[in-house]
């Protein structure tokens, strides 16, 4: 096995780690129907994202270092839109899921009694929103990356 093949293996292995994970985290918590559920939930979620995490982190650094092995793949289109489309995505962490994630957070500590509040479904309809668009990016990257149509 040459570099360059370890390379692509350590790469979908990630993908399958790193992203798999995330395409479930949305109905992680989803079927909650009570607060308990739901802290549980988000906490079973915070452990999926390390997985999110450290796969996305060895996909940008694989794809990265195949590139530099082969530096006719930053002529190839397929390439270059999946790895812009990969950093948006990246983005959206800090950009816009934190801080759409963060009241969520603060309703789960502060929030006493069972039932669900109307305030949380309001938060975590627009987070799902945005979780939706980076995972229909993702999927988008992931048949780039197989079909390589252009």
């Given at each position: 096995m040459t570099f360059y093949e370890f390379?692509?293996?350590?790469?979908?292995?990630?993908?399958?780690?790193?992203?798999?994970?995330?395409?479930?985290?949305?109905f992680t918590v989803s079927n909650a129907s009570t607060m308990t559920e739901l802290r549980h939930a988000y906490a079973i979620r915070n452990r999926l994202h390390i997985f999110v995490m450290v796969g996305g982190s060895l996909l940008l650094i694989?794809?990265?270092?195949?590139?530099?092995?082969?530096p006719y793949?930053?002529?190839?289109?397929?390439?270059?839109?999946?790895?812009i489309l990969f950093l948006i995505a990246l983005a959206f962490g800090p950009l816009v899921l934190s801080p759409r994630s963060k009241p969520i957070k603060k309703l789960l500590q502060a929030y006493k009694g069972e039932e669900i509040p109307e305030q949380y479904h309001m938060l975590a309809k627009r987070l799902f929103f945005v979780e939706r668009m980076e995972n229909t990016i993702f999927l988008i990257v992931i048949a780039l990356m197989i079909l390589k149509p252009f």
């Open positions: 390379l692509v293996f350590i790469h979908i292995f990630s993908a399958i780690v790193g992203m798999g994970p995330g395409f479930v985290m949305i694989t794809g990265l270092w195949m590139g530099f092995i082969h793949l930053f002529k190839q289109g397929w390439y270059m839109t999946s790895l």
